[in-house]
């Protein structure tokens, strides 16, 4: 069992910074790839970064290429998504989670085994 727990979001403006950090506690959690979800209101949840368990490989939605940066730290088995010149169309509720078999479809939710209750985004123009 892996214990998913997201931190670091709230409100900015258009055009400001967020880092989000994702503390994924439990055995073998450092050997999962990871990934980043996010829902709007009354959207789907869509996929927004993926990173493989050795942070060999990072994989993007393509409205957020050049602005976020995902990243790992397998010593502390914390996931990092850097979020840089924030647009009114992030605002949604992020979610971090593990896939525990490392199945590559990392666009897919139903590939992951382990989910965060989600955290806040909000940006204002």
């Known amino acids: 069992q892996v214990n998913v727990v997201e931190s670091g979001g709230g409100s900015v403006q258009a055009g400001a910074s967020l880092r989000l950090s994702c503390d994924a506690s439990g055995q073998g959690s450092r050997n999962y790839d990871m990934g980043w979800f996010r829902r709007a209101p009354g959207s789907e949840r869509e996929f927004v970064a993926a990173?493989?368990?050795?942070?060999?490989?990072?994989f993007y939605l393509d409205s957020v290429k050049g602005r976020f940066t995902i990243s790992r730290d397998n010593n502390k088995n914390t996931i990092f998504l850097q979020m840089n010149s924030l647009k009114p169309e992030d605002t949604a509720v992020y979610y971090c989670?593990?896939?525990?078999?490392?199945?590559?479809?990392?666009?897919?939710?139903?590939?992951?085994?382990?989910w965060g209750q989600g955290i806040q985004v909000t940006v204002s123009s």
């Open positions: 989670a593990a896939d525990r078999r490392n199945g590559q479809s990392y666009r897919i939710p139903d590939s992951y085994d382990y």
């Open positions: 990173i493989t368990w050795s942070g060999g490989s990072t």
